[in-house]
């Protein structure tokens, strides 16, 4: 088992109750663990949440961590992967003046060389969105920033892992 610290990507399958986000992450803050994305989505077994936890832990503290969110009663199972072992994605969103797209053929470069998209135009802005790792958001962000960003967000981690995770088959019996 491994003592180094590094990013991993924790799986939680729950019932969709109140109150649970809070004991959940109540559970890492009582640790000082800090949470490096979040984000919570129904999940391929209708009727069943997806919780995708990142945090930047050793090994030993995370299965820890899985042990404690599974006594949560509303928890069906939970599961731990490092980032080699899934399939992920971020998503970042940048609104950015509309003339700049125009007056500026470096822009256009920008989002070509990107493979970012244009979502929506108008006379005061247009909206790019990119979807890929968390280093293709930022570089995107560090090109698009002497231009001008009027806003921007970027998403949790989504991810489903490479190896089968057994969930629905445990599901089948819990919904029986």
């Known amino acids: 088992m ?6 991993y990507t924790i799986s939680v399958y729950t019932e969709n109750n109140i109150g649970l986000l809070n004991r959940i992450s109540a559970i890492f803050q009582r640790r000082h663990i800090n949470i490096e994305s979040l984000n919570t989505s129904p999940s391929e ?5 997806k919780f995708t936890i990142v945090v930047n832990m050793d090994e030993v503290n995370i299965k820890k961590i899985i042990g404690q969110i599974e006594k949560q009663v509303e928890v069906i199972k939970a599961y731990y992967h490092n980032l080699d072992e899934i399939i992920y994605q971020i998503a970042g969103l940048f609104k950015i003046k509309s003339e700049l797209l125009f007056e500026e053929r470096q822009i256009q470069n920008i989002i070509k060389e990107s493979n970012a998209r244009i979502v929506t135009v108008n006379k005061e802005f247009f909206v790019l969105e990119k979807s890929g790792k968390k280093e293709e958001i930022i570089a995107l962000y560090n090109q698009l920033s002497p231009y001008g960003i009027m806003q921007y967000t970027r998403s949790g981690l989504i991810a489903v892992s490479k190896d089968e995770m057994k969930i629905s088959t445990l599901l089948k019996t819990y919904n029986n």
């Open 2 to 7: 491994s003592t180094d610290k590094q990013l």
């Open 45 to 49: 077994i209708e009727g069943v949440s």
